[in-house]
């Protein structure tokens, strides 16, 4: 079989409470444009959106949890690049990661209430937990990851400046989180133990300090007059005595995204998202350490999470990936988002009718999404009509042009650079 440039894929969606409700969910919609949900090509399922449902993810990558497979025959695309690695992942991709396998994973999410309260384990530790527990760990590797919102997007992340927090544990009813014999500036060792010392408050000791959250002045708040407002929404979706509101609320960034705006979350870092729709893409791994905003049954050890937690983003700032230019697109239609220390890149081309945007050839593989409207697509000699939601396979070295729809175009492509 000669090889093709790109291969458009099937991808699938999950469902988990947090997702958006039936047709309501921008992932399930998108996942009902995959060709060959009807259930009657070779090795075809049916996906048809319950409107009683809430869907969550749509995943786009070769991770085994979800794989997506080749529109054409129905074929899990791993099994394609195993046939020919170099010829599709390239020899660059092949060496700097020391597997064959796309080593990202993209998503579309569409977040109806809190995600968990979370962190993903660096390098070093997930071997570990893996090692030790591979049914939960299903893997080695760490899960930098970024989003990029489609819609108006809310989210918790990293730490709040350590002198905002300061002031905010002065307050009467969150004093008694404070470290013992701590007078002085809080440090980060310290907050270590405000977050655990939270997350192992027993229930009445949250729903009082809840109560008193709720009752706070905007005054009250060092300036974060959304505390009161957030706080019975998150205790709606998880219970007042979920520790999880506390730590979000008190400790961390409350970031609000409008569309095309960016947010970069390392390896150990705190994490929550709370609602609208995002481009996700993450290093190839699925290991998480869950300790609030779910079900206490979901919840992992306190003291593991609190031993991993990551300093390096104290303020909103420091949350925020910024969209940069992209030097490979040719007529500028095209950002680039690209986190530190990440195994892939993400762009973004927003084109308008008729406008056309040409991506000079990379080293390495990619996976688009037609997020918005149509295209004609060129990939180096294979043309095709992208329409919305269609994802792609994108061999190395393939130049890609497109020319927008009477509808214009949103196109992001995760790739490695
Ligand atoms: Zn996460």
Redesign the pocket.
């Known amino acids: 079989m000669a090889l093709e440039p790109i291969y458009q894929l099937r991808c699938s969606c999950n469902q988990y409470p947090w997702g958006k409700q039936g047709s309501n969910s921008l992932s399930a919609r998108l996942c009902a444009k995959q060709p060959g949900w009807d259930g009657k090509g070779p090795k075809d399922q049916e996906f048809k959106i319950k409107e009683d449902t809430s869907y969550a993810e749509m995943w786009m990558g070769t991770y085994p949890v979800l794989p997506v497979y080749l529109a054409a025959n129905g074929d899990d695309l791993q099994n394609l690049i195993d046939a020919h690695p170099k010829e599709l992942l390239g020899e660059n991709t092949i060496q700097k990661f020391g597997h064959s396998k796309i080593p990202f994973l993209p998503k579309v999410l569409s977040i109806a209430k809190a ?1 968990p309260l ?3 384990p660096n390098k070093g530790l997930a071997a570990k937990l893996h090692e030790k527990k591979p049914d939960q760990f299903t893997d080695p590797n760490h ?1 930098p ?1 970024i989003a990029i919102a489609l819609s108006d997007f809310e989210g918790f992340c990293g730490f709040k400046p350590l002198k905002h927090i300061d002031n905010l544990l002065k307050l009467e009813a969150l004093k008694k989180f404070l470290p013992k014999g701590s007078g002085a500036d809080l440090d980060d060792q310290q907050l270590t133990t405000v977050v655990r010392k939270m997350l192992e408050a027993d229930d009445q000791t949250v729903k009082e300090t809840y109560k008193a959250l709720t009752s706070l002045s905007p005054s009250d708040c060092d300036g974060d007059d959304y505390i009161p407002k957030l706080a019975p929404r998150l205790a709606e979706q998880y219970t007042e005595a979920d520790p999880g509101i506390l730590v979000a609320l008190v400790l961390m960034n409350y970031m609000k995204l409008k569309p095309g705006q960016g947010l970069y ?1 390392p390896a150990d870092c705190m ?1 929550a ?1 709370l609602s609208g729709d995002i481009i996700e893409c ?1 290093a190839r791994s699925d290991n ?1 350490l869950n300790t609030g905003l779910c079900p206490k049954a979901e919840r992992d050890n306190v003291e593991l999470f609190c031993s991993c937690l990551t300093f390096t983003q104290h303020t909103p700032e420091d949350c925020l990936l910024p969209k940069k230019d992209y030097h490979k697109s040719k007529n500028g239609k095209t950002a680039l988002y690209a986190p530190p220390l990440s195994e892939f890149d993400v762009l973004e081309t927003n084109l308008s009718v008729g406008e056309k945007e040409i991506l000079s050839k990379v080293n390495g593989p990619g996976i688009l999404l037609a997020t918005k409207g149509s295209a004609r697509m060129r990939a180096n000699d294979k043309e095709v009509q992208l329409t919305e939601g269609a994802c792609y396979f994108v061999a190395q070295g393939t130049e890609l042009e497109f020319e927008a729809g009477n509808d214009g175009l949103q196109m992001h492509m995760s790739f490695v650079g």
């Open positions: 995600l979370q962190l993903h899960k990851e979350i994490h998202y993450m998480v």
